[in-house]
């Protein structure tokens, strides 16, 4: 998957510019692409499986005795191994245990709508029959089988959409392809005749040889002006206008949005998009790592990419022999029986049109409003503020058993039974009328029903100089993480300032999430709630380096009192002028003591 030294971006309005869905704005090439009836397959899908196998797969994450941490699909980068040494590991590549109509039949059974499987990544190995290159699965190894077409095949019979993964300019076994500086110096590369000779007669190969695709997943773009991707794009739509190409052709182009690795957006975004996670820390199998999401994670993930519009694209690396890993095996399963159960919650749905809140999030279709509940009220009454709407009937999806329910002004309460699945139960609100859309300033709830309320950076409102940033880290190599933050809180007119609905009074302690560098620490800070003012100082967690884990700190500052309930501003700004305050991250608002 992708690696790159990547630094904290600013994205001024952000969440503004997502929501109204104008960034990364597709540019049509030609007459001979996909329309937005081609493209709604892929909104509806909503839940994709991502297969990273090559040679490193038989690597598993080692190199001459040394184990390698993180994208084990890099592995010949990170080892930095000569091109020659690194093509003799295909000598010895014999995965036989592969059994396509058993991947298919997984994918099925996991609630899989689409499947995606590297061609050929950016080590230059090509996992299928390619005529154009003999650094293949079958020209190269004792398999001598492509694997590819039997997959695809065994997925189309299963009813689910194929397509193929292309790194088109990465390749590291071409003296002309991109990334390999370790054997071939890139002042001497004629990225082009890479192009021309292997990467754009292989796409073409894989778009006429393997029957009607429903995506390309390219990755990694670079040695093309936006000219150039642009003919190249039209040379390779003419071949299937209805394949749908990702945006990570490059140049601003594609027809869908892909975000960054383990990228989630903070808000919906009305485009159509994917968010691409892997299931354990890597893309690629390694061995030693076990680190992988249990089925509450998966199905929380999927749930959180939903409510925000999008589709989950979620990764596994079989190993050397062909084998999916049994924690994944196991885990997909588990979701596609929660998926048997709420997944009409889930595919078909569009981003849910009230904010997230205590309770869990939103998903919708015309004329029903899915809550997704994975945190239930200590009273058992679930809020759904500020709607305008008539409610018909609401009940559980699963059983169809109805809930009854009751009007305050505009909020509607809901009383839930005990969760029937704690990792995320969903509740229908069927209506009529038109549902207002999401809307960005509607207050968030803080109830003593919950153990406490979380406002997100991306929900505040910004003054002054203060802007957000999309902060990207690593635990590992290549195991990006993506935290938005509210920064150049410089001054105190640099403020950001949360709108929050008490449901209740009481007491509420106030604490700050936040990442500082010793260069911010010890500075004095501000929280301003129902005119008073709460002091606080800045405390050091860590520097900021990308490759690096960036550590955050849960600060409590304050303890604030609600006397009445109702909608309270929550202001936080700097004491005095200095450098940015902190990476704040989210307020979280504890209440005191409950019974």
Not at 558 to 563: E, F, K, P, S, Y
């Given at each position: 998957?992708?690696?790159?030294?990547?630094?904290?971006?600013?994205?001024?309005?952000?969440?503004?510019?997502?929501?109204?869905?104008?960034?990364?704005?597709?540019?049509?090439?030609?007459?001979?692409?996909?329309?937005?009836?081609?493209?709604?397959?892929?909104?509806?899908?909503?839940?994709?499986?991502?297969?990273?196998?090559g040679?490193?797969?038989?690597?598993?994450g080692?190199?001459?005795?040394?184990?390698?941490?993180?994208?084990?699909?890099?592995?010949?980068?990170?080892?930095?191994?000569?091109?020659?040494?690194?093509?003799?590991?295909?000598?010895?590549?014999?995965?036989?245990?592969?059994?396509?109509?058993?991947?298919?039949?997984?994918?099925?059974?996991?609630?899989?709508?689409?499947l995606?499987?590297?061609?050929?990544?950016?080590?230059?190995?090509?996992?299928?029959?390619?005529?154009?290159?003999?650094?293949?699965?079958?020209?190269?190894?004792?398999?001598?089988?492509?694997?590819?077409?039997?997959?695809?095949?065994?997925?189309?019979?299963?009813?689910?959409?194929f397509?193929?993964?292309?790194?088109?300019?990465?390749?590291w076994?071409?003296?002309?392809?991109?990334?390999?500086?370790?054997?071939?110096?890139?002042?001497?590369?004629?990225?082009l005749?890479?192009?021309?000779?292997?990467?754009?007669?292989?796409?073409?190969?894989?778009?006429?040889?393997?029957?009607?695709?429903?995506?390309?997943?390219?990755?990694?773009?670079?040695?093309?002006?936006?000219?150039?991707?642009?003919?190249?794009?039209?040379?390779?739509h003419?071949?299937q206008?209805?394949?749908?190409?990702?945006?990570?052709?490059?140049?601003?182009?594609?027809?869908y949005?892909?975000?960054?690795?383990?990228e989630?957006?903070?808000?919906?975004?009305?485009?159509?998009w994917?968010?691409?996670?892997?299931?354990?820390?890597?893309?690629?199998?390694?061995?030693?790592?076990?680190?992988?999401?249990?089925?509450?994670?998966?199905?929380?993930?999927?749930?959180?990419?939903?409510?925000?519009?999008?589709?989950?694209?979620?990764?596994?690396?079989?190993?050397?022999n062909?084998?999916?890993?049994?924690?994944?095996?196991?885990?997909?399963?588990?979701?596609?029986?929660?998926?048997k159960?709420?997944?009409?919650?889930?595919?078909?749905?569009?981003?849910?049109?009230?904010?997230?809140?205590p309770?869990?999030?939103?998903?919708?279709?015309?004329?029903?409003?899915?809550?997704?509940?994975?945190?239930?009220?200590?009273?058992?009454?679930?809020?759904?503020?500020?709607?305008d709407?008539?409610v018909?009937?609401?009940?559980?999806?699963?059983t169809?058993?109805?809930?009854?329910?009751?009007?305050?002004?505009?909020?509607?309460?809901?009383?839930?039974?005990?969760?029937?699945?704690?990792?995320?139960?969903?509740?229908?609100?069927?209506?009529?009328?038109?549902?207002?859309?999401?809307?960005?300033?509607?207050?968030?709830?803080?109830?003593?029903?919950?153990?406490?309320?979380?406002?997100?950076?991306?929900?505040?409102?910004?003054?002054?100089?203060?802007?957000?940033?999309?902060?990207?880290?690593?635990?590992?190599?290549?195991?990006?993480?993506?935290?938005i933050?509210?920064?150049?809180?410089?001054?105190?007119?640099?403020?950001?300032?949360?709108?929050?609905?008490?449901?209740?009074?009481?007491?509420?302690?106030?604490?700050?999430?936040y990442?500082?560098?010793?260069?911010?620490?010890?500075?004095?800070?501000?929280?301003?709630?129902?005119?008073?003012?709460?002091?606080?100082?800045?405390?050091?967690?860590?520097?900021?380096?990308?490759?690096?884990?960036?550590?955050?700190?849960?600060?409590?500052?304050?303890?604030?009192?609600?006397?009445?309930?109702?909608?309270?501003?929550?202001?936080?700004?700097?004491?005095?002028?200095?450098?940015?305050?902190?990476?704040?991250?989210?307020?979280?608002?504890?209440?005191?003591?409950?019974?």
């Amino acid at each position: 998957m992708q690696h790159k030294r990547l630094i904290s971006f600013t994205v001024f309005s952000y969440v503004r510019l997502i929501f109204l869905g104008l960034l990364w704005t597709s540019c049509p090439a030609a007459d001979a692409q996909p329309d937005q009836k081609d493209l709604q397959w892929f909104r509806d899908a909503k839940f994709g499986l991502f297969i990273h196998w090559g040679l490193y797969s038989k690597l598993a994450g080692s190199w001459d005795g040394k184990n390698y941490y993180g994208s084990g699909e890099w592995i010949m980068n990170q080892a930095r191994i000569p091109a020659k040494d690194y093509a003799e590991v295909a000598r010895s590549f014999n995965p036989v245990a592969f059994d396509a109509d058993q991947w298919a039949q997984l994918a099925k059974d996991a609630g899989i709508r689409y499947l995606v499987i590297t061609a050929k990544h950016h080590e230059g190995f090509s996992m299928y029959d390619s005529k154009i290159s003999d650094f293949t699965i079958v020209k190269s190894t004792p398999y001598g089988k492509d694997p590819l077409r039997a997959l695809a095949e065994a997925t189309r019979k299963k009813g689910l959409r194929f397509g193929f993964y292309y790194s088109q300019f990465l390749d590291w076994h071409e003296p002309d392809g991109g990334g390999n500086d370790w054997d071939f110096k890139e002042d001497k590369k004629d990225y082009l005749k890479y192009y021309r000779e292997k990467s754009i007669p292989q796409l073409k190969e894989l778009l006429t040889q393997y029957g009607p695709l429903g995506l390309i997943w390219f990755d990694m773009p670079g040695g093309l002006t936006k000219d150039q991707t642009r003919k190249m794009i039209d040379s390779l739509h003419i071949l299937q206008p209805h394949t749908l190409f990702s945006s990570r052709i490059g140049q601003g182009l594609g027809d869908y949005t892909d975000f960054g690795d383990s990228e989630v957006p903070p808000l919906p975004v009305r485009e159509a998009w994917e968010s691409i996670y892997t299931h354990n820390d890597s893309w690629g199998y390694v061995t030693h790592d076990m680190n992988f999401k249990t089925p509450s994670e998966l199905i929380r993930l999927l749930t959180n990419v939903a409510s925000k519009g999008g589709n989950l694209m979620l990764n596994v690396g079989p190993d050397g022999n062909g084998n999916i890993p049994p924690y994944s095996v196991s885990y997909l399963l588990e979701t596609g029986r929660w998926l048997k159960k709420f997944g009409a919650s889930i595919y078909g749905t569009t981003y849910g049109l009230i904010p997230a809140q205590p309770w869990g999030v939103t998903t919708s279709k015309p004329g029903k409003l899915f809550l997704h509940v994975m945190e239930r009220p200590d009273d058992g009454r679930l809020l759904i503020p500020d709607v305008d709407i008539t409610v018909n009937k609401v009940y559980q999806l699963d059983t169809k058993a109805p809930l009854s329910w009751q009007r305050s002004g505009h909020d509607i309460s809901i009383k839930i039974p005990a969760l029937e699945d704690n990792r995320n139960t969903v509740f229908v609100v069927e209506y009529s009328g038109r549902m207002k859309d999401f809307d960005l300033s509607q207050p968030l709830i803080v109830s003593r029903q919950y153990k406490k309320g979380v406002a997100e950076a991306g929900f505040a409102r910004l003054s002054g100089g203060a802007m957000l940033n999309s902060i990207v880290y690593s635990h590992y190599f290549g195991d990006w993480k993506h935290a938005i933050c509210i920064d150049s809180l410089r001054n105190a007119e640099d403020a950001a300032t949360f709108t929050l609905r008490f449901t209740e009074p009481g007491d509420f302690k106030v604490i700050l999430d936040y990442a500082c560098p010793e260069s911010s620490s010890r500075q004095e800070g501000i929280v301003e709630f129902d005119n008073r003012s709460f002091y606080f100082r800045t405390l050091h967690t860590s520097e900021y380096n990308p490759d690096e884990p960036l550590l955050f700190i849960q600060h409590p500052v304050a303890i604030i009192h609600v006397t009445t309930p109702g909608v309270y501003p929550l202001k936080i700004h700097p004491a005095h002028a200095g450098v940015n305050l902190f990476h704040l991250r989210s307020v979280w608002l504890e209440p005191g003591d409950r019974n």
